[in-house]
């Protein structure tokens, strides 16, 4: 199903992921699917500014990002992190398809885009650079 | 006949009957030597001040000036009972013989009123000195020769008391000095007030203030030459009547001026026939008023509120600006501003404005209209955009509420599905957290329906729906609708909407302890009220919502009323038409 979930098997350690989202409700959820799916989520925030902050200190290997955000939105905050030293795989997700969402996505620095409904810890993985 | 008319034609009587009997006085004296041109000469000068005074009273408020001028024509006549053969009369004769010259000094300096300012008191009163007690010492002192008035074979001179020459030239210089300041006093008091006019006023007193200051430099020059001259009186003689003759010129000049004033407002009769555009009737009234500084105000009494020809409002005018009614068919209709001199033509400025007044009226009603319809612009542009923002917001609260639950609801769901058999407690766990978001996306679901549209107000009519608002509402409200049966949608929704934003309003800002609602209908109306007994000072210029629902009420032809004194809680109104269908 994926080789990068492989990988990551074989490495015996589990991928370290932090959650971007103004929704808490979303965070919970999300954290519960991707650690049953054996991920780490090893952080949550709520604004952009904080999760660059976040992404900075706890150096994840993936960062899950809302596209809408309080303060700035996901595309911003990917450019951001993209051109930072430390590069984590950025995965953007949204409430809202990627038809929708099109135009933005096609100039992103992100490296994927999962919409909410159908997000899984292997389609996470699918991504890892 | 008015009173104007009488005095008028008094004053034209008073001055041709004394002018009648100065020239037979003249002709039939048997020492007179003076050829009859002159007499013509001189008879001319005295009717046309007597014609000019009888023109003056018929203005109004010019009955005091029109008296002045005929009396200066009057007093000039009197020099011919120098002629007469009689002894007292030619005594008479030689004591008033220069009280004229007084007399117009009077007139010039009461110009345009009558009356004599405080400061131009003292020179009118030295210049009758001058011309009456002075002159009395005189004739006591001297004979006839020696005071001009005839070479040979005139009469006695009825108060000579002892020829006294030294005397009589001493006397004769103080009057002249007297005279002198008297007259060089009033020129530059003449001169002072030409410089203090306004532009308006100057144009009514120029002719006088020119001439007139001419005319009497030139009697001073005549009355000094005749005095010190040995070769005989004709040449000063001439200067000082042709100086003279000038003056009822100058006052007749400001007449012909009064009347092309008035002849403007036939012009401006003619344009009005024209029918101006938007301004074009400022700039005739500008015209036929000579005022370019004229600006008018339409009266809209509706907003009890002042605007320009555009509709836009009009600023209060500056406290030195002069402000003229304009009445039509007994209805406030127009304020001029203008050059507060014009209050000196008055009937120029009534004559303007009641020919005007039916322009005025009629534009009137064009500024009313095209702020209405800069208003309905701009109300139009507002339902637009208030109904882009509910949309915004109506997709945003769908993003973040209904669908962010059935997100993680899905999310929840995957999770529940994936732990069915590895970890089945796990997996109930995940359901019974699947329900509970279920029910808070359903709950949200509708409680956004509810604020697109409430079906009971669809369903069952104003009375429920509001009363569904009033329970839900955190103070206690005082429900009273008093429908027979339900009203038009629309205004139910209306009022609907008046209704929650005004409770919204209240649970914010007044500070309140209770609401009260009314609903009823009256006279074909449609009438909500909403009082609260809180702080008061709500603005209904100030915040969107009280502007959405004006806009609101206003596009069903309705009116919202907003009262909110400060500290005495604030009642909003809506009443809505109710046009039989």
């Known amino acids: ?129 | 006949m008015s009173r104007r008319h009488t005095l008028s034609w008094c004053l034209l009587a008073t001055g041709a009957t004394a002018t009648g009997l100065a020239l037979w006085a003249a002709l039939t004296s048997s020492f007179d030597d003076n050829p009859p041109a002159i007499f013509v000469f001189f008879a001319l000068i005295a009717l046309a001040w007597t014609t000019g005074g009888a023109a003056a009273a018929r203005r109004p408020a010019g009955q005091r000036m029109g008296i002045l001028m005929t009396s200066v024509g009057v007093t000039w006549v009197l020099g011919a009972l120098t002629d007469v053969d009689n002894s007292f009369a030619f005594t008479l004769g030689l004591l008033l013989n220069n009280l004229w010259a007084a007399v117009l000094l009077h007139a010039l300096l009461a110009f345009p009123s009558g009356r004599l300012e405080p400061r131009a008191r003292l020179p009118v009163a030295l210049g009758y000195v001058s011309v009456l007690p002075v002159q009395f010492a005189m004739v006591m002192v001297a004979t006839p020769k020696d005071l001009n008035s005839c070479d040979h074979g005139c009469a006695d001179n009825a108060l000579l008391v002892t020829r006294n020459q030294d005397a009589f030239h001493a006397l004769a210089v103080f009057q002249i000095v007297l005279a002198a300041v008297a007259i060089v006093w009033g020129v530059v008091l003449l001169i002072r007030s030409w410089r203090r006019a306004t532009p308006l006023e100057r144009r009514a007193i120029a002719p006088i203030v020119w001439l007139g200051s001419t005319a009497i430099l030139m009697v001073i020059v005549g009355s000094i030459v005749s005095t010190f001259s040995k070769s005989g009186a004709d040449v000063p003689g001439l200067i000082s009547l042709t100086a003279f003759l000038l003056v009822p010129i100058a006052f007749v000049v400001g007449l012909v001026r009064a009347r092309l004033a008035r002849s403007a407002v036939g012009d401006l009769v003619v344009e009005l026939g024209e029918t101006p555009g938007p301004g074009g009737l400022r700039d005739a009234l500008v015209r036929s008023l000579r005022d370019p500084s004229l600006e008018v105000a339409y009266w809209l009494p509706e907003e009890h509120a002042y605007v320009d020809a555009e509709g836009r409002p009009f600023p209060d005018p500056a406290p030195d600006r002069g402000t003229t009614l304009v009445m039509h068919a007994g209805e406030r209709v127009a304020m001029l501003v203008h050059d507060p001199a014009l209050a000196e033509q008055r009937e120029l400025v009534d004559a303007a404005t009641a020919a005007a007044g039916l322009a005025l009226s009629n534009e009137r009603l064009q500024a009313e209209l095209r702020r209405r319809l800069e208003e309905l612009r701009r109300s139009r542009a507002r339902l637009v955009e208030a109904g882009d923002a509910e949309r915004r917001r109506l997709e945003r609260d769908l993003h973040d509420g209904a669908q962010q639950r059935l997100v993680a609801l899905s999310l929840t769901l995957r999770l529940a599905r994936s732990r069915l058999e590895s970890d089945p407690a796990a997996a109930e766990q995940a359901l019974t957290a699947a329900e509970e978001q279920l029910t808070q996306a359903l709950a949200e679901l509708r409680e956004l329906a509810r604020g697109i549209h409430p079906a009971v107000l669809s369903d069952h009519g104003l009375a429920p729906a509001l009363r569904a608002l009033a329970d839900r509402d955190p103070l206690p409200v005082d429900l009273d609708v008093s429908l027979e049966e339900r009203l038009p949608w629309q205004v139910e929704v209306a009022s609907y909407f008046v209704v929650a934003e005004s409770l919204t309003n209240v649970a914010k800002y007044a500070g309140a302890s209770a609401v009260r609602i009314e609903v009823g209908r009256v006279d074909g109306r449609a009438t909500v009220l909403i009082a609260d007994d809180g702080v008061g000072g709500a603005d209904p210029r100030r915040g969107s919502g009280l502007r959405g629902l004006t806009d609101r009420v206003e596009a069903l032809d309705g009116r919202l009323t907003v009262k909110s004194p400060q500290g005495q809680g604030t009642t909003v109104l809506a009443e809505f038409p109710l046009h039989a269908e």
């Open chain 1, 1 to 129: 199903m994926s080789s990068g979930l492989a990988a990551c098997e074989h490495a015996r350690m589990a991928i370290r992921v932090l959650i971007v989202d103004d929704h808490a409700a979303f965070r919970a959820t999300a954290r519960s699917l991707l650690e049953a799916d054996g991920l780490e989520v090893v952080g949550e925030a709520g604004d952009g500014a904080s999760g660059i902050a976040a992404a900075r200190s706890i150096r994840p290997e993936v960062v899950l990002l809302d596209v809408q955000l309080p303060d700035t939105d996901g595309f911003a905050v990917a450019a951001e992190l993209a051109g930072n030293g430390h590069r984590p795989t950025i995965v953007l997700t949204s409430s809202r398809s990627a038809e929708e969402l099109a135009g933005m996505l096609a100039t992103t620095a992100a490296d994927g885009f999962i919409p909410k409904a159908e997000l899984s810890g292997a389609a996470l993985a699918s991504f890892l650079r």
